[in-house]
């Protein structure tokens, strides 16, 4: 499956096509990806560490993803929006 297919399987709000819809950095695609690629929610230190990123990086990313629906955040982790 290639990145585009797998980010608009698991973040559908970033791949609408409409002018209102979430346009992602490379970047945060990647964490979109890595979040709903794992089988079970994600610590934010672990998709830091995966990723390379910086923690302000990640951080920021991370808020931004959630405030718009693209993954939620549950127990201090972050998972694919439930279907």
Do not use: W
């Not at 585009?4 to 409409?18: F, H, I, K, R, S």
């Amino acid at each position: 499956m290639c990145c585009l297919d797998m980010l608009a399987t698991c973040c559908p709000v970033a791949m609408c096509g409409e002018p209102d819809c979430l346009q992602l950095t490379e970047r945060e695609a990647q964490v979109c990806i890595a979040v709903c690629t794992s089988t079970e929610p994600v610590a934010f230190s672990t998709l830091k560490r995966s990723l390379g990123y910086h923690q302000e990086v990640v951080s920021r990313i991370l808020r931004r993803l959630v405030n718009h629906g693209a993954i939620e955040k549950v127990r201090g982790r972050y998972r694919r929006v439930s279907q």
